[in-house]
């Protein structure tokens, strides 16, 4: 079934995955929407110039975000570093040669404990490579005002409100009394909402910064938006200077993640919701009355208009666990990418927001297959989940071999 010569996957030896993962840097993020491709193949080969091209994204950016100024990066983590080193440094062009091992006293950056997630990178470590000290504020799963506001000092630059899956999602202090606590004490607020389809709300609730990926909901090409207060969008990209450089985007970022802003805006967003809801009942029905199989469509964990269906597996009467059922979807000719953060509970996800015409259905079949050949096992196929940890592991330190 790899007969597809067209594909430009088949021409560098790639196999041809389905991604019913979600936007997912390793499998490479999103399908960019044709307004953004056309953007970035109409720039490739043109010179401009670059502070003008960013200005136009500034005035895109704030049209679209509601917001003062905001410019292109290389990745929603660069602009975590970018934006909190110049809260750092302000618009200080030496100061700012001078990150990261001298950022001078001023330099605290508060994060509540349950927002120290990984993103594919610790975020504490997006502060470090700022010269921003950690400063962890409460507990994994509960933080209280007290809390917060003893930890605001004249040593502190920021404060960083991560919204995503992967943050603790109770016992935190919400938006908007983060933000008063934090401007009380005259400190900025920059929130990662890198997933975040919200492109007004966090401003709107009282962020002072905005950062969002380009290559994620939107569909443009790799890159990280910054939005926000005119001084401290400054302050973070006069950083390209400094330690930004090596976060650089080029002319294709900023013009595909203009035109996927653009294209956001007239979007049709409920044809969208549509084909995903048909992909979900799809599976449901597909999944329906297998034994030991369980289907649930579940919202969106921080309010994304988009649902997937969890699918949890009984070994005994499925005959597979969730990560071998994941592990056989995951490999053959058309191999299907499951999600599966919370795996071990003996549950994945079925995301269906990145798949393409007939994609949904290839993915039925597999799972249908898989299961199918399950049942017919005499035994139960079950592979310690330790196992899986320590090979994937033992994997990432062959690569290139
Ligand atoms: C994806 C993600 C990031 C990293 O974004 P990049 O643009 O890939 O650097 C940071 N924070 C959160 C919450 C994310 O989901």
């Not at 009380?184 to 929130?191: F, K, L, N």
């Not at 549509?274 to 329906?288: C, P, V």
Request: glycine share 10%; hydrophobic share 45%.
């Amino acid at each position: 079934m790899n007969d597809a010569p067209d594909d430009i996957r088949t021409r560098l030896g790639l196999r041809r995955i389905i991604n019913a993962s979600g936007t997912m840097t390793f499998l490479g993020a999103s399908i960019v929407v044709p307004e953004a491709v056309a953007a970035v193949t109409a720039i490739l080969t043109e010179f401009v110039e670059i502070d003008d091209l960013q200005r136009r994204a500034s005035t895109v950016i704030a049209r679209l975000c509601g917001a003062e100024a905001g410019f292109v990066t290389a990745s929603c983590a660069a602009g975590i570093s970018m934006t909190l080193a110049g809260a750092i440094t302000g618009d200080d062009l030496a100061a700012i040669e001078r990150l990261p091992d001298q950022p001078g006293p001023r330099n605290e950056v508060v994060i509540m404990a349950g927002h120290m997630v990984s993103y594919g990178a610790p975020v504490e470590q997006a502060i470090r490579l700022a010269g921003g000290r950690v400063v962890p504020v409460g507990q994994a799963t509960a933080v209280r005002p007290h809390q917060l506001a003893g930890a605001l000092n004249e040593r502190t630059a920021a404060a960083l409100y991560v919204v995503s899956h992967h943050t603790v999602q109770y016992g935190m202090l919400p938006l908007a009394e983060f933000a008063a606590l934090c401007h009380r004490a005259g400190v900025p607020v920059i929130v990662d909402a890198a997933s975040e389809y919200d492109l007004r709300g966090f401003l709107a609730a009282g962020a002072d910064i905005v950062l969002y990926s380009s290559h994620k909901f939107l569909g443009g090409p790799t890159g990280g938006i910054v939005a926000g207060r005119k001084d401290l969008v400054r302050a973070a990209y006069l950083q390209n200077s400094g330690i930004g450089r090596g976060m650089k985007v080029g002319k294709e970022g900023m013009a595909g993640t203009i035109a996927a802003l653009e294209a956001w805006e007239t979007r049709d967003h409920a044809g969208i919701r549509a084909r995903e809801d048909a992909a979900l009942d799809l599976w449901a029905n597909t999944l329906a009355g297998r034994p030991g199989v369980t289907a649930i469509r579940e919202a969106d964990p921080t309010n994304n208009p988009l649902d997937r269906l969890r699918v949890a597996l009984a070994p005994e009467q499925a005959h597979i666990t969730a990560w071998d059922f994941a592990a056989r979807l995951a490999s053959g000719d058309r191999p299907v990418i499951v999600r599966d953060h919370e795996i071990e509970h003996g549950y994945f996800y079925l995301d269906p927001c990145n798949l393409h015409p007939g994609e949904a259905e290839i993915v039925a079949n597999r799972m249908a297959g898989e299961l199918d050949s399950a049942q017919a096992s005499n035994t139960i196929i079950a592979t310690p989940f330790a196992d899986r940890a320590l090979r994937a592991a033992a994997r990432r330190k062959t690569w290139p071999d």
